[in-house]
């Protein structure tokens, strides 16, 4: 006896049995919104946008920490640019928002690229400095001439108090 044989000869020993489903299509409805909950489980383990999953470490201090973005367009942050690309990581004091009102959520910008040399630096006082993009504070140094003088005045002040 073959596979489909004995799977007929099953069927025709259960002929009694019968599903008490009210409602076929009710009951249809339900098994797939189950198997879609199940199958979005499971795509949500794989990515989830919650954990950040870039590394970044400064190029002076060598602080590390795990962010959730890099560009100009954080996802989680609607109708908001930044100037430059940046590394930016959801607020992590923050709940998240509700899934059905989407805002955009707090954030935190930790760093960039340096705009002469490319370094990566964060955002402390200590290891750069930010006027219309990020510079390391060596570029922010050797660039001090030709910065204006407002300019040259909040970096020099900001120099000082690294010392």
């Known amino acids: 006896m073959d596979g489909t044989e004995a799977f007929k000869e099953s069927l025709d020993n259960n002929e009694d049995v019968q599903l008490n489903v009210k409602n076929e299509e009710e009951e249809i409805a339900v098994l797939e919104a189950e198997a879609n909950c199940l199958n979005s489980e499971k795509q949500e383990a794989k990515f989830n946008e919650r954990v950040p999953n870039i590394d970044f470490q400064c190029g002076i201090c060598d602080m590390t920490e795990s962010v959730h973005y890099y560009g100009k367009r954080p996802p989680f942050l609607y109708g908001l640019q930044l100037l430059e690309d940046s590394f930016v990581m959801r ?55 030709v910065a204006p003088t407002e300019v040259q005045a909040k970096l020099r002040k900001q120099l000082e108090q690294d010392k």
């Open 91 to 145: 607020d992590p004091f923050q709940p998240p928002p509700l899934r059905w009102k989407p805002k955009s959520e707090y954030f935190v910008v930790i760093g960039a690229k340096c705009s002469v040399c490319q370094k990566i630096v964060c955002k402390g006082t200590e290891c750069s400095f930010y006027y219309t993009c990020t510079y390391c504070l060596n570029c922010a140094k050797n660039c001090l001439d």
